[in-house]
């Protein structure tokens, strides 16, 4: 193990480091491809690029696996030159791809190593060991899998586990004399690890399985629930999902003028800020519930949704049209709620306090909807003008 990663993507880079190493202790040094599949997270590739390798991206079948064919002819192709293969399990596609197993056989057949995305390891705890499935290395996101506090700019932490061949490849540090550091502290952000540390003694074995269990249980609920108005993108063999689901909503385009967004932004209006939108599909929800809401919580969520579904349902009966309803107009702020001027073809009370909205817990939405393509294309700096800086110092 080496705890210096200060983040999954930083993980992701200390590992492919860790395979270069050990292809150059045995002469290997053109082994400088890396196969990537094409459902992979974006820091794969990027990962991949800052530790100098060259990116060849394997295909997807139509249910999201990863072609198995096209795996092994690319191996092939680049069997002298291959380094590793970085594949996520499950797939960033929500399902426990049943040829992993496989597909590690197939990459090491090729003198290939496998570095597995350990993204999505809240759903393998207790349940797999990624050594087991073929992973010569895996990072561990301590903010989604092991409790320490996720998002606001970190501090992160993706520990690296190998496997024995690895370990002298391992990062090293300067103050201990091994060099090939990735962060400045020889065990990274050690005061967060106390957390995981923590969770993991009060949790013990049978509870962090539990939270596994939990996990992928909670997402299969909300796919049942939610299936037939959500169609859900992938699902594995036995129809289930593994920890998240990703719900389409692109048949809403043509039946009602709905996108994604349309939904994504009514949910502020239903009290909940919505899931990852457009990716790894565009057009798509993905929800990943995790262990740690309850029943009535993943209800509450199942109930906005089929809510929204039901309001879709009166655009396309034309009860509401389709540049004036509560989706394309959400979110709705207080100070549109309560304007003098109200001119829409639904009510006030439609719009702030949809089915199921406690009024005694609303949360209002500070503002109403922006476009977030024009903000992204127009960036405005928020700084002073360099000459303030002058002038001051004069």
Request: hydrophobic content about 40%.
């Amino acid at each position: 193990m080496s705890l210096q990663p200060n983040a999954g993507s930083q993980g992701e880079y200390a590992g492919l480091l860790s395979i270069r190493r050990y292809h150059a202790s045995r002469g290997d040094h053109g082994r400088d491809v890396c196969l990537i599949p094409s459902s992979a997270h974006g820091t794969n590739p990027a990962s991949a690029a800052m530790a100098g390798m060259k990116v060849v991206v394997v295909a997807c079948t139509e249910n999201g696996d990863v072609d198995l064919a096209d795996l092994a002819a690319k191996a092939k192709a680049n069997a002298d030159r291959l380094s590793a293969l970085m594949i996520t399990y499950p797939s960033t596609h929500g399902v426990f791809e049943e040829g992993i197993v496989e597909i590690a056989r197939i990459v090491h057949a090729h003198g290939g190593q496998v570095y597995l995305d350990g993204a999505n390891l809240n759903a393998l705890v207790g349940l797999a060991r990624p050594g087991d499935i073929g992973a010569d290395v895996c990072h561990m996101n301590l903010h989604k899998t092991f409790a320490i506090p996720h998002g606001g700019g970190g501090p992160g932490v993706g520990p690296i586990g190998v496997k024995a061949h690895l370990k002298p490849f391992l990062p090293g540090h300067d103050a201990a004399g091994t060099g090939h550091a990735v962060a400045a502290a020889p065990h990274g952000s050690a005061s967060i690890l106390a957390i995981t540390w923590m969770y993991i003694r009060m949790m013990g074995a049978n509870g962090l399985k539990q939270a596994t269990m939990s996990a992928i249980l909670s997402a299969n609920y909300i796919a049942k629930r939610l299936g037939e108005h959500f169609p859900v993108l992938y699902r594995g063999k036995s129809g289930r999902v593994a920890h998240e689901c990703i719900l389409d909503c692109r048949g809403y385009k043509e039946s009602a003028g709905l996108g994604v967004e349309d939904f994504a932004k009514r949910l502020m209006d239903y009290g909940f800020h919505a899931p990852t939108m457009s990716w790894p599909v565009a057009g798509t929800l993905m929800v990943e519930p995790t262990e740690s809401e309850p029943k009535a919580e993943l209800d509450r969520f199942c109930d906005a949704m089929l809510a929204m579904a039901a309001e879709a349902a009166r655009i396309e009966k034309g009860e509401w049209p389709r540049s004036d309803n509560p989706l394309v107009n959400a979110p709705h702020s207080a100070a549109d709620t309560l304007a003098d001027d109200w001119a829409h073809s639904y009510s006030r009370r439609e719009a702030a306090f949809p089915p199921g909205v406690d009024a005694a817990a609303k949360y209002w939405p500070p503002v109403a909807r922006i476009d977030n393509v024009h903000g992204d294309r127009n960036l405005v700096c928020a700084c002073p003008p360099l000459g303030d800086y002058a002038e001051a110092a004069q």
